[in-house]
């Protein structure tokens, strides 16, 4: 799983500037994405592509969430039903299933990071560039700190967690 990175930046100049440092860094090309109104050409710029452009990442999300919601209803249900019929076992295993559940999705809330394109539409509308970059977690504070001093312009817009195999 990879760190997505999130940078406005308030030009194509600064943008192709930091893709060139991205580039000698060794972050890949498939690995930037840039997002901007149609004001800009992007001439020689990693564009999103539609899967990227449609944040998918934040549908897996609403899918995971309201599907661990579920199984804890669900389980409730099951698990009245089980202390009305005398069925402690059952109720048990469900108790715990429910347990499971609610830490489970406690973790997910906690522990991963939600940035997602909605939290940029309005600086888009307003002519900024979206630099999206993938990165393992073991090189995001160096290339959060490495655009941050040679680019002071460019702002951290969040984070958020991105899978390579899913295209997200």
């Known amino acids: 799983m990879l760190r997505r990175l999130y940078f406005l930046l ?72 089980a202390l009305i019929n005398d069925s402690f076992i059952i109720a048990a295993a469900l108790s715990l299933l429910m ?27 307003h002519g900024e560039i979206l630099l999206m970059i993938d990165v393992p977690f073991y090189r995001v504070k160096e290339i959060v700190d490495s655009v941050h001093r040679h680019h002071p312009e460019a702002q951290l817009g969040g984070t958020c967690w991105s899978i390579d195999a899913l295209g997200v």
């Open 10 to 81: 308030p030009d194509e100049r600064h943008t192709k500037t930091i893709v060139n440092e991205l580039h000698r860094s060794g972050i890949k090309e498939r690995s930037i994405h840039i997002l901007a109104n149609d004001k800009y050409t992007l001439k020689d710029l990693p564009k999103t592509n539609w899967v990227q452009g449609q944040d998918r990442a934040a549908l897996i999300e609403s899918v995971l969430w309201h599907g661990n919601l579920w199984l804890f209803f669900i389980a409730l249900a099951l698990f009245a039903t």
């Open 99 to 125: 347990l499971l559940s609610f830490f489970a999705g406690e973790q997910f809330v906690a522990k991963i990071p939600n940035t997602h394109l909605d939290n940029f539409t309005s600086a888009i509308q």
